[in-house]
């Protein structure tokens, strides 16, 4: 009985045992792949990120990226900047050209305008018409309101104020219309040489003159002092047509009482000197609304100074001789 029970409990074991085996195999087997999937030194982890996330290298590579189109696009700006400024300088230029082409033909209408501007006669104190209104007996004409251009025109440039300022003008657009400005370096070579045209007119363009002239309403200045101003016109007192309209001009005290106390005079015998000085205007690049002062061209203004030397009633020829 007691060895029937022992093969009974033996054989009753044997289940357990190979359960047992296959357990123990299967841990075996787990801990085996467990230690072939564990990173070593030279095999880096598995990225255990989301599929679909970037890592700091795609980062820094589309960062990267980012710059140099930013880069292109930066370049390309430029360029267009450039463009810009060229068609804009373009466009100036043409618009100056147009100034050009224009300013004679303005000069000589408003030459055509004869009537001056009207002071109020309140703000001046002896405002007298030194222009003599009756007929003289000396051989002259009466000054007349009539001017002959084409004689301002073509003639000497100190013969009068006006063919002073055309002489002026032309000598502008012999030398001014060769310089390019069609890009910023040229219009700042443009600036150069019209400050420097400027200052080598001034030197340039001055003489001693003798004009037969008519002054017009001789005033006193507005500070109430003793300068006084009025309107000059070169004349020819045979005909008793001025070369160009009257001009204001200022007239120093001594001529200005002299002409004031002999209104029955209508021509002076003016003598001086007469000296062009064009004045340089960066921010002036056409003529405005007022035109004051007068424009030369783009950049340069007119300017001229008379110096006074002597003022004597003019003579007719034959008067002259016969007192030699």
């Known amino acids: 009985m007691t060895h029937k029970a022992t093969q009974s409990d033996g054989r009753m074991s ?190 340039e363009l001055r003489s001693q003159i003798e004009w037969t002239v008519s002054i017009e309403r001789i005033e006193r200045d507005v500070d109430g002092g003793r300068r006084f101003s009025g309107y000059l016109r070169v004349m020819d007192p045979r005909t008793g047509i001025g070369v160009g309209p009257a001009i204001l001009v200022p007239i120093p005290e001594r001529y200005a009482v002299r002409a004031l106390r002999a209104p029955d005079v209508s021509y002076w015998e003016l003598r001086g000197e007469v000296i062009a000085e064009p004045r340089y205007n960066p921010d002036r690049a056409e003529r405005g609304i007022f035109d004051e002062p007068p424009i030369i061209g783009p950049f340069a203004e007119h300017g001229w100074k008379l110096m006074w030397r002597n003022m004597q009633p003019w003579k007719a020829p034959e008067e002259t001789h016969e007192e030699r």
Not at 119 to 134: D, F, G, I, K, L
Not at 136 to 160: L, M
């Open 14 to 203: 044997m289940p357990f045992l190979r359960m047992g085996s296959c357990l123990l195999c299967m841990i075996l087997a787990m801990g085996a792949r467990a230690q072939t999937d564990a990173p070593t030194e030279t095999q880096p982890a598995q990225d255990l990120s989301e599929p679909g996330q970037m890592t700091v290298d795609d980062l820094a590579m589309q960062l990267q990226l980012v710059r140099e189109q930013n880069d292109v696009l930066r370049k390309q700006v430029d360029l267009l900047e450039r463009e810009r400024d060229a068609l804009l300088s373009q466009l100036r230029f043409a618009q100056q050209l147009l100034v050009e082409h224009n300013l004679m033909d303005e000069a000589i209408a408003r030459a055509n305008q004869v009537d001056t501007p009207q002071r109020s006669p309140s703000m001046y104190e002896n405002v007298q018409p030194v222009r003599n209104t009756q007929q003289v007996d000396n051989g002259a004409t009466e000054p007349s309101d009539e001017f002959d251009t084409k004689a301002w025109k073509d003639a000497d440039p100190f013969s009068s104020p006006w063919a002073l300022r055309a002489a002026v003008v032309r000598s502008y657009f012999e030398q001014m219309s060769i310089i390019p400005r069609s890009t910023l370096r040229e219009q700042d070579l443009f600036h150069d040489a019209v400050a420097r045209w400027t200052r080598t007119t001034s030197r």
